[in-house]
């Protein structure tokens, strides 16, 4: 399994950001998808996730209310929309992939994900 990320750069704070990650040599509807971030100096968090059908999501404090997470199971990508970009949200986001037996299935710990994207950089300028 292969995930490639984009739609990082520079964006403005207060500007949308959209994500997008394309999964390669899976069956992208089996697997439940997360988008995790890292910034300089901390730990790697969790930024939203979904569920294999995109049916069932979750945000994290930091971007509940100004964010989207979805999916086309037919193109085998996973979006992220984050809206109000604050200097806060600058970081590495990193799309991440976890075959899964059930539908309903969310993961946000970043250990329990198998698959990693390479990571998209995103900078926020005022």
């Known amino acids: 399994v292969q995930l490639q990320a984009s739609g990082g750069g520079l964006v403005q704070t207060g500007h949308p950001l959209r994500l997008s990650c394309v999964m390669s040599?899976?069956?992208?509807?089996?697997?439940?998808m997360g988008w995790f971030r890292q910034a300089p100096g901390n730990e790697r968090e969790w930024v939203a996730v979904?569920?294999?059908?995109?049916?069932?999501?979750g945000y994290s404090d930091s971007v509940r209310g100004r964010s989207a997470i979805s999916r086309d199971n037919d193109k085998n990508t996973v979006y992220l929309r984050l809206d109000g970009l604050k200097p806060e949200d600058a970081a590495i986001y990193y799309c991440?992939?976890?075959?899964?037996?059930?539908?309903?299935?969310?993961?946000?710990?970043?250990?329990?994900?198998?698959?990693w994207g390479q990571g998209t950089q995103v900078t926020v300028s005022s």
């Open positions: 991440a992939a976890r075959e899964v037996p059930y539908g309903d299935l969310i993961i946000i710990n970043p250990d329990s994900y198998h698959n």
């Open positions: 040599g899976g069956t992208f509807s089996n697997y439940a």
């Open positions: 979904i569920n294999r059908s995109g049916g069932n999501t």
